[in-house]
């Protein structure tokens, strides 16, 4: 297990696309920290920032996109201003990813064996042969059936659940400190999402390697995650540990998306909805993102200014104008 204290600080982030209709500030000022085999999840709608965040971290933001300020510390160093060789060795090896969907992910020319030692042989002195070694074992610890023979066969010849299992073995090949999965589980059943979490938890719990688990499914964060940041238009509006968003959660978007799980629902009670919709990103309020739906929303305040940071406990942190001074 390695040494606890912050694997990853993350100040200030601000990543922006430049497009013909403005600017779009898809990551807006996010700050938050990861520590050694920590779950952290990071919840909200689509397009609310949370993959541009991650791919923000490896430095994966392609034009009109661009990283336009803040700090990234991995292990101590600001990996911002590493340039795109130095950022090779890390990516994988450091810092590994798991995206949505394999099939974009996994090339349907290469076997599978050939794309998990692409990633060892890259990044460890190892020959061909004990790269093929390593990745059989990396598939049967993925819970892949017959590695070796299933090496030798190309992405198309796996079901779903199977080709984000090789996903995972590729992001495992380096034993990497962090592990980003993005959306990992969403296109798979209910069965097979249960067993890839339940390989991501065995991680971080037997080697310390931390997650950072990206998804909109408040049900995996309640089962999985230590801690939940909460997304909204680029920028995080709560975070704190998982017992006390879903105990106490502060701001009115949060209340809103616990509201709308049906098992919150009483029987013969309508679902809840929030009301209103995610407003345009290039037309977003001065103030408060959330105020044009804000069933709470202070007129004159937080349409027009930007809500302070309140501290509910020593982790539970509120970006919301219901909570300046100790008032709620």
């Not at 965040?53 to 336009?68: E, F, W």
């Not at 803040?70 to 060795?89: S, T």
Request: proline share 5%.
């Amino acid at each position: 297990m390695r040494e606890r204290g912050h694997i990853l600080e993350i100040t200030e982030l601000q990543t922006y696309f430049y497009v013909p209709e403005g600017v779009v500030k898809a990551v807006d000022r996010v700050s938050f920290n990861l520590a050694p085999g920590e779950i952290l999840g990071i919840v909200g709608e689509s397009g609310c920032g949370k993959s541009v965040t991650a791919l923000s971290i490896l430095q994966l933001i392609d034009p009109p996109g661009k990283i336009v300020s803040g700090q990234i510390l991995y292990a101590g160093e600001n990996i911002l201003e590493r340039n795109e060789k130095q950022m090779r060795g890390i990516r994988g090896k450091r810092i590994a990813m798991i995206f949505q969907d394999p099939m974009t992910s996994l090339n349907p020319l290469l076997t599978v064996g050939e794309q998990i030692t692409e990633t060892l042989l890259a990044h460890q002195k190892i020959d061909k042969k004990e790269a093929l070694g390593r990745a059989a074992v990396l598939l049967q610890n993925t819970g892949i059936p017959d590695p070796k023979r299933r090496l030798k066969e190309y992405p198309h010849q796996f079901s779903g659940g199977m080709r984000q299992r090789v996903m995972i073995a590729a992001a495992l090949a380096c034993d990497p400190d962090i592990i980003i999965a993005d959306e990992a589980t969403t296109a798979l059943d209910v069965t097979i999402q249960a067993q890839i979490l339940e390989i991501l938890q065995e991680l971080a719990r037997s080697t310390g390697t931390s997650v950072i688990l990206i998804t909109h499914d408040l049900g995996i964060v309640a089962e999985m995650c230590d801690r939940i940041l909460i997304m909204y238009t680029g920028r995080i509006i709560e975070q704190g540990r998982t017992k006390e968003i879903f105990d106490n959660p502060l701001h009115p978007y949060t209340r809103g998306l616990l509201d709308s799980l049906p098992e919150r629902r009483q029987r013969g009670e309508q679902l809840y909805n929030i009301r209103g919709v995610v407003p345009v990103p290039i037309e977003l309020p001065s103030g408060c993102h959330f105020s044009d739906r804000c069933e709470r929303m202070i007129e004159g305040t937080c349409e027009r200014i930007q809500p302070p940071w309140s501290t509910a406990t020593e982790t539970h942190r509120v970006y919301c104008h219901l909570y300046q001074d100790g008032k709620q």
